[in-house]
Structures are given as structure tokens and as C-alpha cells.
């Protein structure tokens, strides 16, 4: 049986652990860490995500200051609300929850946040300290993976890790955490040649690709590491019931492995908290506070 990596369980831990800190440095600074969420639309998916980010903030004492526009907005409205945050002395991160309605260009509204408050660590300028090997605020998801392996002493140093993705959001992120971690890193996607001979080599494999159950048995050297990130939604057909599963199949693939992520259950809460500690980190900095 496979040691499960409980993020849920972390996490929680995580978050209580600072509810003491942030008493303390409100009372010193005189307001707590602010975090502000921009959302658009109305995706179920989306705002189920942002209220736990918010429950999270009430529970830690974190001030949530969120900002929610009709499907419709224009591009400038939010750029304008994004330099707004970037001036607002109560504000220490930025979100923009993502995806956004397809007539607004994510990039360019990503890029107007002041780095030092880009609680999603996707800014160009803080993914080129994680490139350099400089601090900066990083990536949710692939620093959520990092701190849950550490967690249970996982050894990553020397060990050959796979990368089902290469996106921005965690695919290449994650890689350059590895590779800083002195593992021996492979990047794999859809135009992959022999994706199973690749991953079966893999003492860590990470999957990020979305799509459900696509990591099976045959694809996993026995004794890996499996970090499952897919979140996705399927349909019993018998029931008509919905549920979460994930990009690996953790009925076949649990007993072999020397340890594995749930979903849900995982990677997901660790991202929220991630978020609240780049939020933390970026109040802290900006209050001449020692963490």
C-alpha cells in the first residue's frame, strides 16, 4: 500500500499554524495580510474555488478582499481594477482567477500586477527568479507538490522525475522546482514518442495533463512517486452522478506505488494555501516583518 500524501490534511496545519502569527502582526502593523481575488463570470467551477480561498482567509484572519465583474466586462475595466490593487496599502496580493471569459486576454491582465503582490506567482518577472534560482513568490500548484513532498521526506535529490505537462501554470514551474532539488528532470506532453516507456522510468511522476484516469498501471515504475494535479469532473453514466477524479487511475496505480496524492483531496488544498502563504510572504516584505 502507497503512503497517501493528504494535502487537505497539511494544509490544514499549514493554515492553523499562522493563525497565531497574523494576530500578532496585526496588532503590530495595525491591519492584517490583504488578499484580493478578481473573478468574472459566473463558472461554477471558479467560484466554488474562490470560496474556499475566502473561508481560508476568515480562518487564518487574512483580510479577503474580493472583487467579482459580470461576464461581460471590458478588458480595461479590469486592467484599471488591477492598477487600483497594485496602489491600495491594504492590499499585499492579487489573484485573477483563471480561466476568464474568452473575450478577455489573461496574459496582458496578468502582467499589469505589481510582482511583488502576484499572489499566483505567474508574473514573467517572478518566473524568471524562479529560473534564475532567485527569491521571489512562486507558483502555487508546483510549490504546494514541493512543500507536501517535503513533508513526508520524500527523497527528490538524484532521482529521475517526469512531467506530464508543460504549462505555465504547473508543468514547467514544477520542472525547474525538481531540477533546483537536483533531480534529474524530463518534460513530457502530447507529441511524447513511447510515453510509457518514459514514465515507467520515473521515480517521481507528476501529472498535470487533464485528463481523467490517463495514468495506468502500465505506465508507473513500481516504488514511484505519484503527484496526481488533474482535477477533473466525470459523469457516472448508471447514476447520473458527478464526481472528481484525477489524471492517474489510483485504484490500479495505488498498489504499486511507494506513495500517491488522492483526488480531491491532494494538490488542491496545498494551491489554496500556497496562495495565502505568498500572500503572508508578500505582507511580510512589505511590512518589514520577519516571517
Request: net charge neutral.
Amino acid at each position: 500500500m502507497a503512503l497517501l500524501l493528504d494535502g487537505k490534511a497539511l494544509a490544514q496545519q499549514i493554515q492553523s499554524a499562522r493563525v497565531e502569527h497574523i494576530q500578532t502582526w496585526t496588532r503590530r502593523v495595525g491591519r492584517p495580510p490583504g488578499l484580493a481575488v478578481i473573478m468574472v463570470g459566473d463558472n461554477p467551477a471558479s467560484a466554488a474555488y474562490v470560496r474556499n480561498k475566502e473561508r481560508a482567509c476568515d480562518r487564518m484572519g487574512i483580510a479577503s478582499l474580493g472583487r467579482h465583474f459580470p461576464t461581460d466586462t471590458a478588458q480595461e475595466a479590469l486592467s484599471q481594477e488591477i492598477l487600483a490593487l497594485n496602489q491600495n496599502p491594504a492590499v499585499d496580493g492579487i489573484l485573477v482567477q483563471l480561466p476568464l471569459p474568452k473575450h478577455l486576454d489573461a496574459t496582458s491582465l496578468l502582467a499589469l500586477i505589481e510582482p511583488a503582490k502576484d499572489a499566483d506567482g505567474l508574473h514573467a518577472v517572478n518566473l524568471g527568479r524562479l529560473v534564475r534560482g532567485e527569491p521571489g513568490l512562486r507558483s502555487c500548484t508546483p510549490a504546494g507538490i514541493m512543500r507536501l513532498m517535503a513533508a513526508h521526506d520524500l527523497p527528490i535529490s538524484g532521482k529521475r522525475a517526469v512531467v506530464l505537462g508543460r504549462s505555465i501554470l504547473v508543468g514547467k514551474p514544477i520542472g525547474l522546482m525538481l531540477l533546483a532539488a537536483n533531480a534529474t528532470v524530463t518534460f513530457a506532453h502530447s507529441k511524447t514518442e513511447d510515453l510509457s516507456e518514459l514514465t515507467r522510468s520515473a521515480d517521481i511522476l507528476i501529472a498535470a495533463v487533464g485528463i481523467p484516469k490517463m495514468i495506468g498501471l502500465e505506465m508507473v515504475k513500481p516504488g514511484a512517486t505519484v503527484i496526481d494535479v488533474g482535477i477533473n469532473r466525470v459523469t457516472d453514466p448508471t447514476t447520473d452522478k458527478s464526481r472528481l477524479v484525477g489524471d492517474v487511475d489510483f485504484a490500479a496505480v495505488e498498489p504499486i506505488a511507494s506513495a500517491i496524492t488522492p483526488v480531491p483531496g491532494g494538490i488542491g488544498p496545498m494551491t489554496v494555501t500556497m496562495l495565502l502563504e505568498n500572500t503572508i510572504e508578500s505582507y511580510c516584505n512589505r511590512m518589514k516583518i520577519t516571517p
